[in-house]
Each structure stands twice: as C-alpha cells, then as structure tokens.
C-alpha cells in the first residue's frame, strides 16, 4: 500500500512558476513509476507528467515549460512548472503504480488527494 500526498498548489500569475511535491510512504519508492495528472473543470483528467527507471515523458502541451524529478532518498517527486498558462489551471494529483515500465494512466494503483493551482490572466 502507498499513500501519496501532494503539496505546492496555490495561485499564481500567468508566465509564474509553481513546484509541486509528493510525498510517497512505503520502503520501495524507487521501484515505483511516478505520475502526475490534472483535472480543470467540467473536463476529463489529463496525463501530465510521468518518471519511470530513468525516462520521463511529458503532455505536448507542457513540453518545455515543466519538469519531472524524484529523489528516492527522501520519497518524494516533483513537479517544476514554469512559464505557467491560464490553461494549466486544475487539480494536480500524483500518481503510483509498482515496476518501471512506461504506464499508461489506467495502469496507475495509487493516487493522491490532489492540489489546485490556479493560473490567472
């Protein structure tokens, strides 16, 4: 069983920056592929980010402005945001799933409670 907690959200103007953290329990954080996910409003949830063995992999639509990291030492991955966008308003959620093969969000077992940004005009 892994819980997850995230943390970081809050509102910011646009071209801002926000990083968000996720607190992972459990004693093998590293085995797991590490996801982050959001959700606007009156839309389905979105893939975002997602680190898996030593790949990550991004949404087109935040290529070059966000960044995925981890440090398995202290359980935790992040999620640096920058150049934010109106559109990058959500709830984010970090996500798990065991193994380190590239999941696809169907895949993820374990999902936090999420944390809204909000990105102004």
């Known amino acids: 069983q892994v819980q997850l907690v995230e943390s970081g959200g809050g509102l910011v103007q646009a071209g801002g920056s926000l990083r968000l953290s996720c607190a992972a329990s459990g004693r093998t954080f590293s085995r797991y592929a590490m996801g982050w996910f959001r959700q606007a409003p009156g839309k389905e949830r979105e893939f975002v980010a997602q680190?898996?063995?030593?790949?990550?992999d991004y949404a087109d639509s935040v290529k070059g402005r966000f960044t995925i990291s981890r440090d398995n030492a202290k359980n935790t991955v992040h999620l640096q945001m920058n150049s934010l966008k109106p559109e990058d308003t959500a709830v984010y959620y970090c996500?798990?799933?065991?193994?380190?093969?590239?999941?696809?969000?169907?895949?993820?077992?374990?999902w936090g409670q999420g944390t809204q940004v909000t990105v102004s005009s």
């Open positions: 996500a798990a799933v065991y193994g380190d093969a590239a999941p696809t969000e169907d895949d993820y077992d374990y």
């Open positions: 680190i898996s063995g030593g790949d990550t």
